[in-house]
């Protein structure tokens, strides 16, 4: 566990971190041309190797271990600086709100993965589960977008109990076929039913809270227009506020200590007292609940859900966003989604070859480093409940 430091300098360190990464994603955003665009993103390797080699990242580590409730909140000012920035850009805006969407979800997965270890290779599978739900519900019902949220996140996690005896009888590669088996099966249900579109799809209803809807652009004044994404990223971010802060407060807690001790080995665990099937119910539930929340609120921003949007290569995209950022690493879940969301995107005159370069660097990855870009530090545990004598 990292000592408290004596003095507040410390924070210096991992505010410049976040302070130098919000210029570069503003200047990488803002770019187009695409010799730019690779100049950039070969100066981000370059920085990241030099400050290994020069020692810098154990300072920024240090100081995110110690102060990481005021960096968090840096972070957050970070994000609404980039969008700031790009107010009036839809595409900007729409991908920002894509990083955040989806970097819930693979808090979601972190907790599967990383502390339970509790495989599940049908993210995306849970994931469209909530959009779905949320184009079926806005489109026949009235109940407040809101709640649809919630019930987003609920359906996923009920039809999750239907993955849970499997899972809970299976171990290692055998759990991840029972995952895999799901999302084919999923793909394959909404393409034939055609109570939910087919293969077609459905349309989706935006966001409506008190009556404003969230697709309609804001106008402030005759001259000043602000893109209708703004709406979604206001609620996108509350919800990876919301998510971080359950992840992270569950990591600490003496339910993160059993989850990891149930990852590390489950036959010393259940030597121990710990209940195995509860635990493992608890991380799979969850996390889908989480996925599911985030794909509702997807699905209502794009308007449109498909079942070919949903399928088992994009749970592995999911699974890359994991493994890239750092099994167990809540900080590293951001860094991998920005690199799997933004870079290809960046990358559009390469075509398809851009796939190509995504695959290269998640095979260096974990060839050279396994652990993640942003591994897991040391944990730190807060002593909750305390018998009385």
Not at 23 to 45: F, H, M, N, R
Not at 302 to 319: E, R
């Amino acid at each position: 566990m990292w000592r408290k430091p004596d003095t507040p300098t410390s924070l210096l360190p991992g505010l410049a971190a976040l302070v130098l990464l919000t210029g570069y994603l503003i200047a990488l955003l803002w770019v187009e041309e695409q010799t730019t665009v690779i100049a950039l993103l070969a100066l981000a390797i370059a920085a990241a190797v030099a400050a290994k080699f020069l020692r810098l990242t154990a300072p920024v580590a240090r100081s995110f271990a110690a102060h990481e409730d005021a960096l968090a909140g840096f972070a957050v000012a970070g994000v609404i600086v980039i969008v700031a920035v790009f107010h009036d850009d839809h595409f900007a805006v729409l991908l920002v709100d894509t990083v955040l969407l989806y970097a819930v979800a693979t808090l979601g997965l972190n907790i599967q993965f990383g502390y339970a270890g509790v495989l599940n290779f049908a993210g995306a599978s849970f994931f469209g589960i909530g959009a779905y739900t949320a184009a079926v519900i806005n489109g026949n019902t009235g109940i407040p977008s809101l709640v649809v949220l919630l019930i987003g996140g609920g359906m996923a996690a009920v039809i999750g109990l239907a993955l849970l005896l499997p899972v809970l009888r299976t171990r290692g590669h055998y759990a991840a076929l029972v995952t895999i088996a799901f999302a084919i099966l999923l793909k394959t249900f909404l393409e034939v039913n055609n109570a939910l579109g087919g293969p077609q799809g459905l349309q989706v209803k935006g966001m409506r809270i008190f009556g404003w809807s969230f697709n309609d652009s804001i106008e402030l004044g005759k001259n000043f227009e602000l893109s209708f994404y703004l709406n979604y990223f206001v609620l996108s971010l509350l919800l990876v506020v919301a998510a971080f802060v359950i992840v992270r407060r569950l990591e600490r807690s003496w339910v993160g200590l059993n989850l990891d001790a149930l990852r590390l080995d489950e036959t010393a665990a259940a030597c121990f007292g710990i209940d195995i099937v509860r635990w493992k119910a608890v991380a799979f539930l969850l996390g889908n609940f989480l996925i599911g929340v985030a794909g509702a609120l997807y699905g209502m921003m794009g308007s449109f859900v498909a079942p070919n949007n949903y399928t088992f290569a994009d749970s592995l995209i999911l699974v890359s966003m994991v493994l890239l950022g750092g099994m167990g690493s809540t900080w590293g879940m951001f860094l991998g989604v920005i690199i799997v969301i933004v870079v290809p995107e960046k990358l559009q005159a390469i075509e398809e070859y851009r796939f190509l370069l995504y695959a290269g660097m998640v095979i260096l990855v974990l060839l050279f480093r396994p652990e993640g870009l942003l591994p897991r530090p040391v944990r730190s545990y807060f002593s909750g409940w305390k018998p009385q004598r």
